[in-house]
């Protein structure tokens, strides 16, 4: 596609339940990045994936987070048993390469907003 | 500890006008600082870049200024216009290396009045 394609755009969930947000990268991105966004605050770093491989991880608040990148391609981010302070707008980026990873143009998607009630 | 802050909040100016967007930063070893754009439901948007060898940089209506002295990153606007309106948010990155990891500040809010 165009851009950083996320689905779904929305999910409202009840608490104890597991969640995967889809992240569909520019066509030919190597990196991929997940971010999440609380309201009326910046990004937070999550994950930083460059091919298959998490290059990064530091950002996963505890073990109930987990991101796979398992073809190079699209990601998944997996939250188990979710909790109220998840909820938050999950923003997934992409980047051509390594050089490119190494500056500030990534590429966001519009965002999946999770909702745990 | 790290952090990555903005001055204000919210900034009203008026259309035409120059907007000057700032934003503190605390980690001496960052090398690198990012402006991004977002508006209401979207993802951030690549504005302007700078590295830390460097003090000013200039795009089209856009010129980021770094202050290393006393870590200040600005943002400025020239000729400003209804499509400016949005959240701002400068970021930085410690060390540049084979990470994406960047930090995030907590955005101004720029309001462009007709």
């Known amino acids: 596609g165009a851009g950083v394609s996320q689905t779904p755009s929305n999910k409202v969930t009840e608490k104890g339940k597991y969640v995967e947000l889809r992240c569909d990268p520019i066509?030919?991105?190597?990196?991929l990045y997940w971010y999440r966004q609380s309201l009326g605050q910046g990004p937070e770093f999550l994950i930083y994936?460059?091919?298959?491989?998490?290059?990064?991880d530091s950002g996963l608040p505890n073990d109930r987070f987990f991101a796979v990148r398992p073809e190079g391609s699209v990601s998944t981010l997996k939250i188990q048993r979710t909790e109220r302070g998840d909820s938050a707008v999950y923003l997934c980026?992409?980047?051509?390469?390594?050089?490119?990873?190494?500056?500030?143009?990534?590429?966001f998607g519009e965002g999946s907003r999770l909702t745990v009630l | 500890g790290e952090s990555v802050g903005l001055h204000l909040p919210t900034l009203s100016v008026q259309e035409g006008d120059n907007s000057i967007i700032n934003c503190a930063y605390s980690?001496?070893?960052?090398?690198?600082f990012i402006w991004y754009k977002q508006e209401s439901g979207k993802g951030p948007q690549f504005i302007i870049d700078?590295?830390?060898?460097?003090d000013k940089r200039q795009g089209q209506r856009v010129t980021v200024l770094l202050n290393k002295t006393v870590k200040h990153l600005s943002l400025q606007i020239a000729a400003t216009q209804p499509g400016d309106s949005a959240v701002y948010f400068c970021?930085?990155?410690?060390?540049?290396?084979?990470?994406?990891?960047?930090?995030f500040g907590q955005g101004t809010t720029l309001q462009v009045k007709p």
């Open positions: 700078i590295r830390s060898n460097m």
């Open positions: 980026a992409s980047s051509l390469t390594m050089d490119t990873a190494n500056t500030g143009e990534l590429f």
């Open positions: 980690n001496s070893a960052s090398d690198y």
């Open positions: 994936f460059q091919g298959t491989g998490a290059a990064d």
């Open positions: 970021a930085e990155k410690i060390n540049s290396g084979n990470t994406g990891k960047l930090i």
């Open positions: 066509s030919g991105h190597t990196a």
